[in-house]
């Protein structure tokens, strides 16, 4: 196991970012989804994260970007097959992530069957905090998540309100894809989901505990 000093920067070193589709049943349904009875997972490549200080690019081929707010689940101690009941012994930490969403191309890529990965894991499409440390946060699954864009409130949201708890997830996706430390699992986002547009600010939180600004601008081609 890495030093804590390592852990608390995992963006520069974590090989996966793993996703969860559709985790709060309100978001499924305002994007007129069935919610999941198994989780729907995607990945993003390490090359998504972007940190404060610089921008979230919209992609030349992206008009409609969406902001989903999250809570990341860092992983300290890798395995496979992890029980849930010793699911949290796993978890290293946390830190508040954006799955910043292409929802032009998801929308067409689901219409032609085809993977999320143009919507989902370019450049700059996971915006991460701080590390905070597994201490600081006591119930994960009991924790207010927000998201501001120009001052104004568009998502809220509470973790007990997820479908597949922290503990679930880790256990289904360890059975499929091995996790490993520095490893990254995005738990959802709550309703509340919106475009943005060039030169727009983005202010999301996790309680009081961290939170983050991020610009965005327009990837030139």
Same mark, same amino acid.
């Given at each position: ?5 390592? =852990? ?7 090989? &996966? ?25 995607? /990945? ?26 999250? =809570?990341?689940?860092?992983?300290? &101690? ?39 990965? =143009? ?23 009991? /924790? ?16 007990? *309100? ?11 996706? *360890?059975?499929?894809?091995? /996790? ?5 699992? /995005? ?18 939180? =996790? ?7 991020? &610009? ?6």
């Amino acid at each position: 196991m890495a030093s804590q000093r390592s =852990l608390q920067r995992f963006w520069e070193w974590g090989k &996966k970012i793993i996703c969860v589709g559709r985790n709060y049943a309100d978001h499924a349904k305002e994007l007129k989804n069935p919610v999941p009875t198994e989780p729907v997972l995607f /990945l993003k490549p390490p090359s998504a994260y972007v940190r404060e200080g610089s921008p979230v690019m919209m992609p030349y081929y992206c008009h409609n970007l969406h902001h989903e707010v999250e =809570l990341g689940v860092v992983i300290g &101690k890798g395995g496979t097959a992890i029980p849930q009941v010793s699911a949290m012994e796993h978890v290293g930490g946390y830190a508040l992530c954006l799955d910043m969403t292409a929802r032009d191309i998801q929308d067409e890529c689901k219409k032609k069957g085809l993977p999320w990965t =143009l919507a989902k894991a370019f450049n700059t499409s996971c915006p991460v905090s701080d590390f905070v440390p597994k201490e600081k946060i006591v119930d994960p699954q009991n /924790l207010r998540l927000w998201l501001k864009v120009n001052d104004k409130l568009r998502q809220e949201g509470n973790t007990g *309100s997820m479908v597949f708890s922290v503990p679930y997830l880790i256990s289904y996706i *360890s059975e499929i894809i091995s /996790l490993e430390e520095g490893d990254i699992i /995005l738990t959802g986002t709550p309703e509340g989901v919106a475009a943005v547009q060039e030169y727009d600010e983005l202010h999301a939180g =996790l309680e009081d505990i961290v939170s983050m600004k991020f &610009k965005v601008e327009r990837q030139t081609h």
